[in-house]
């Protein structure tokens, strides 16, 4: 499995991003991608993550009003549309990989996780 993910930057408060990941080396269908992000100190935090499968989503309530998770599968691609962001978004976000039925637990981290590289989230005027 590979995760290629991009979308992160500099953005003020209030503004808008939107990070992507590709999967490759999947069978159609067979997965889920989702993000987790993660602050200096802190642990891996999941964000949010949608199943190729059925299309189920997950979102963490603290972001569900700014945050909305979607799916490419013609390109096996998932996004994050991020709005009114605030300073307290900053992190690294990470691209992760598990089973179709990941959102139903809430997208937590697992031993079936997978992860790609993360992209750094900045935001600060």
């Known amino acids: 499995v590979q995760l290629q993910a991009s979308g992160g930057g500099l953005v003020q408060p209030g503004g808008s991003l939107r990070l992507s990941c590709t999967a490759s080396g999947l069978p159609p269908n067979s997965y889920s991608l989702g993000w987790f992000r993660q602050t200096p100190g802190k642990e891996r935090e999941g964000v949010s993550c949608?199943?190729?499968?059925?299309?189920?989503?997950f979102t963490l309530y603290s972001v569900s009003d700014r945050f909305t998770i979607s799916e490419d599968k013609a390109t096996n691609t998932v996004y994050l549309q991020m709005h009114r962001l605030k300073p307290e978004d900053t992190a690294v976000y990470f691209c992760a990989q598990d089973l179709p039925n990941w959102p139903r637990s809430g997208c937590r981290r697992r031993t079936e996780t997978r992860w790609g590289q993360g992209t750094l989230v900045t935001v600060s005027s």
């Open positions: 949608i199943s190729f499968g059925d299309g189920s989503t």
